[in-house]
């Protein structure tokens, strides 16, 4: 049972680390690189979760030391979250994350006076296209934001 034991100290030892931050930061930085956002929001909420793990350890860390397969329960959760066939950041971003922060996100244009298909239109833009929109229609009005969204569906039905 000790030889047991200290094989699995060891692999927790050993594999924890390359699990949880060599493998990411090597994906990290290859996400980086790549012309994919799909990778990047996979790696951006891996590193905010790994965070909240580490914190969630350092504020438990009297309760956690009377639980002896935490170390190993933690490794599997990372493993989860890392490993590409399971992709667990992404996962929980998107059902967990996602919901919240695009509720964020329109807040703003929910509690405007835009008109109902100018609101369509705003919401389907990252944040900081929306912020130049809204401060070129403040600059211009709003029939100068009508006229942009017809030209553009003109062009969109050229091609």
Known sequence: MG???T???????LVGPG???LYPLLASMKSIESPNTLDDQQWLTYW??????TLFELFCHELL????IWPYVK????LWLVLPMFNGAAYIYDNYVRPYTKN???FGINNSNYAEHHKKVLQMMSF???????SYIQKYGPDAFERVIKTAEKEARKH
């Open 65 to 68: 030391s009377w639980v002896p």
């Open 128 to 134: 900081d296209v929306r912020k130049s929109v809204e």
């Open 75 to 78: 490794l599997v959760f990372c």
């Open 48 to 53: 905010v979760l790994y965070s909240f793990i």
């Open 104 to 106: 964020m996100a329109t």
């Open 7 to 13: 094989m699995a100290r060891t692999i927790d030892t």
């Open 3 to 5: 030889i047991l034991a």
């Open 19 to 21: 699990v949880m931050l």
